[in-house]
């Protein structure tokens, strides 16, 4: 029990580093292209986990483990092919489209939780999903109609390769040691997004990314990346999935939005709407639920 409650605090703080540091990545990405941007912060959130691994055991053999190899890929391709369709989305659609579509991989998980392994979902669970699945609608679009665009079709592919990628560290996270199979994963993702990067987006030259890399914005957005909102973050999601569902963590990341647009409102001088602040209390009632511990049977 204690550990379940201190696991659901640590996936809070992870969703309150993403949604903090959101404005901070956004600057940066404008002077440095998001697939090199990502390519750079995987791949060195990785390498520090790796120097980790050989100072504490003093050995990287642990990585000729074909099935470590093959389960933190696996986690890698999905964690990178949601980063990728959002990255891309974002050329055709709004913030908005984005920030709700990406949402929904809140009600996706359980699905897939269902489909994956037969677990049985609480009543609960699906009351707390559609209560944050409507806080993220209200949040993003205040009350609004949304209107929608070639590139939602790219994010809503984005908010499956989230929401697999939830599902899927629920399942192989109890399998192995946290630190080989997060480096495993971040590794993945960091080849990948560098292969896409020199495939879909304006080539570098050594002088123009050295430039690039000299601007203080891009600097701290990579230094905050790839010390919390990369390895920290995925460790702990890592982790702390071995003692809590997947569906509740889904619950728990829908915060995410919600503390973005607290930064927003504190630091960039944008305003809420009643609507969105009635999205952001759903939102905070659905994660409240989760907590819940009713009687009665699962549903599924």
């Known amino acids: 029990m204690k550990r379940t409650w201190l696991a659901d605090v640590c996936l809070l703080l992870v969703a309150l580093i993403w949604g903090s540091t959101f404005l901070v990545v956004q600057h940066a990405v404008h002077t440095l292209p998001p697939l090199a941007f990502n390519a750079i912060r995987f791949a060195c959130a990785g390498l520090l986990f790796a120097v980790v691994l050989l100072f504490t055991r003093r050995t990287l053999t642990i990585f000729l483990n074909k099935r470590l190899l093959l389960h933190g890929g696996i986690l890698g391709l999905w964690l990178f092919s949601a980063?990728?369709?959002?990255t891309i989305g974002l050329l055709y659609t709004t913030t908005t489209n984005t920030g709700f579509l990406t949402g929904l991989s809140?009600?996706?998980?359980?699905?897939?939780?269902?489909?994956?392994?037969?677990?049985?979902?609480?009543?609960?669970?699906?009351?707390?999903?559609?209560?944050?699945?409507?806080?993220?609608?209200?949040?993003?679009f205040n009350g609004g109609t949304a209107e929608w665009n070639k590139g939602d079709g790219l994010v809503l592919?984005?908010?499956?390769?989230?929401?697999?990628?939830?599902?899927?560290?629920?399942?192989?996270?109890?399998?192995h040691d946290t630190?080989?199979?997060?480096?495993?994963?971040?590794?993945?993702?960091?080849?990948?997004?560098?292969?896409?990067?020199?495939?879909?987006e304006p080539q570098l030259t050594m002088r123009l990314l050295g430039?690039?890399?000299?601007?203080?914005?891009?600097?701290?957005?990579?230094?905050?990346?790839i010390g919390l909102s990369t390895a920290f973050a995925f460790w702990a999601q890592t982790w702390c999935q071995k003692y809590t569902?997947?569906?509740r963590v889904a619950i728990l990341f829908a915060m995410e939005p919600v503390f973005a647009a607290i930064t927003g409102v504190t630091f960039?001088?944008?305003?809420?709407?009643?609507w969105a602040l009635a999205g952001c209390g759903l939102i905070f009632i659905g994660m409240i639920v989760a907590e819940l511990k009713w009687s009665g049977h699962a549903v599924q």
Request: include cysteine.
């Open 157 to 175: 592919l984005c908010a499956v390769g989230f929401a697999m990628h939830i599902a899927l560290t629920g399942r192989f996270a109890s399998q």
């Open 179 to 200: 630190l080989p199979l997060v480096t495993v994963q971040l590794m993945t993702v960091g080849i990948l997004s560098g292969i896409s990067s020199a495939i879909f």
């Open 83 to 86: 980063y990728a369709f959002q």
């Open 211 to 225: 430039q690039a890399l000299s601007e203080p914005k891009v600097l701290f957005a990579l230094a905050i990346s």
């Open 106 to 140: 809140v009600v996706l998980v359980p699905f897939i939780t269902l489909w994956l392994s037969k677990q049985r979902l609480t009543l609960p669970t699906w009351i707390s999903a559609l209560l944050a699945l409507c806080g993220l609608y209200l949040l993003a």
């Open 245 to 247: 569902s997947a569906t």
């Open 268 to 274: 960039a001088g944008e305003a809420l709407g009643g």
